[in-house]
């Protein structure tokens, strides 16, 4: 019983994770603004699993003007990479 449980918490933490790995190879290939979606997705599915682990989505668990900081952030680095 417990390898099927860790078989399936495996598969439920390693698939998003492999999706959102192509996501970013792909977006690497593509425009900037593909890029920023796929970094904005990693970062939410990275970010859920951290807040599900807490039994909160992730915007409960990165406080509002954090948010807003991180994401200027982001979108200062993606420019300065254009």
């Known amino acids: 019983m417990g ?5 399936a918490f495996g ?3 390693l698939l998003p994770l492999i999706g959102a790995l192509r996501l970013v190879i792909g ?7 593909v890029k920023a ?3 904005n997705h990693m970062r939410d ?3 859920r699993f951290r807040a599900a682990d807490q039994g909160r989505r992730l915007r409960d ?3 509002q003007r954090r948010r807003q900081h991180l ?6 680095e ?3 990479h254009r």
């Open 71 to 76: 994401k200027g952030r982001i979108r200062r």
């Open 3 to 7: 390898t099927f449980v860790a078989i």
């Open 37 to 39: 979606h796929a970094i």
């Open 11 to 13: 598969l439920i933490v």
């Open 61 to 63: 668990a990165v406080p």
């Open 78 to 80: 993606l420019r300065r």
């Open 27 to 33: 977006a690497r290939r593509a425009g900037s603004g």
């Open 45 to 47: 599915t990275l970010g």
